[in-house]
């Protein structure tokens, strides 16, 4: 089978899982590589080779750590590639960055020097929505435009949205980038907020008034759960726009939620060497 379209398929079947990945391309070689200027490679974010040639060992280090950073920041890596004394000659160190430029040291026998251009692509965001709420529905509606996966957990309702996923179990499997909002409004509250809670979500917010929240968060305590757990909800909902409409309070909790995915991210502090 075709390399690129051994590539393609694999792409498509990581995107489909909601896996984060990075692509990796050789736009210049200098004297003897292995690797050619077009050749790629997809790239885990544990840094692993997972379908593609980049070339042997010698470059395999340095494009793996730049791409576990791209995958962690979100960012596209430039990382040049070339032999100790070329880096000392052009007054380079490898682990340095110029001009977004990551210079790291090629020790092969080779001497070859390569360029390679190294892309993040990110899974959809996700959201996860308790409820079918006049609320809940508006801001799946909402998020679907923001291209979020939309994750709903309403098994009494009959006439949901169309969204990508129909929970039939409160219970979610949530990672630190996942948004989630309970918006039962009176139907479910505490099961769905507990569901929530116990889940590893980065974002969890609950739409009701400070009052009930925390007659429920007091239940929850009751019940064993760690109040660090429940401290980390936003309630009420949304940044305080002073929205009245189910749409408008929609548009506050999705407001909240944009600035969270955006929020400035760390720099990996890791060296391309």
Not at 106 to 130: A, T, W
Not at 177 to 188: L, P
Request: hydrophobic share 45%; proline share 6%.
């Amino acid at each position: 089978m075709h390399t690129t379209l051994r590539l393609e398929q694999e792409a498509e079947k990581l995107q489909a899982q909601g896996v984060a990945y990075a692509v990796a391309t050789i736009v210049r070689t200098v004297n003897a590589t292995s690797a050619k200027p077009g050749d790629k490679a997809l790239i885990g974010a544990n840094g692993e080779i997972i379908e593609g040639w980049i070339g042997g060992g010698c470059a395999r280090g340095a494009v793996g750590r730049a791409a576990r950073t791209a995958v962690e920041i979100g960012k596209p890596q430039f990382v040049s590639l070339k032999p100790e004394e070329v880096l000392a000659d052009e007054g380079h160190a490898a682990g340095e960055e110029v001009d977004g430029i990551r210079f790291a040291r090629n020790g092969c026998p080779s001497k070859g020097s390569m360029d390679i251009f190294i892309e993040p692509v990110l899974p959809m965001p996700r959201l996860v929505v308790y409820g079918d709420s006049p609320v809940a529905r508006a801001l799946l509606d909402q998020a679907g435009r923001f291209d979020f996966r939309r994750s709903v957990f309403a098994p009494e309702a009959a006439d949901m949205p169309r969204v990508e996923d129909l929970l039939t179990d409160a219970a979610i499997d949530a990672s630190p980038t996942t948004t989630v909002v309970v918006a039962t409004q009176g139907r479910g509250d505490k099961d769905a907020l507990r569901a929530a809670v116990m889940s590893d979500a980065g974002y969890i917010a609950f739409v009701g008034s400070r009052k009930k929240f925390a007659t429920l968060r007091d239940a929850l305590i009751a019940e064993g759960i760690a109040p660090a757990r429940i401290d980390r909800v936003k309630a009420p909902a949304g940044l305080d726009i002073h929205a009245i409409t189910s749409e408008e309070i929609a548009l506050s909790i999705m407001a909240e939620i944009v600035a969270f995915r955006r929020r400035p991210q760390p720099p990996s502090g890791r060296e391309a060497s």
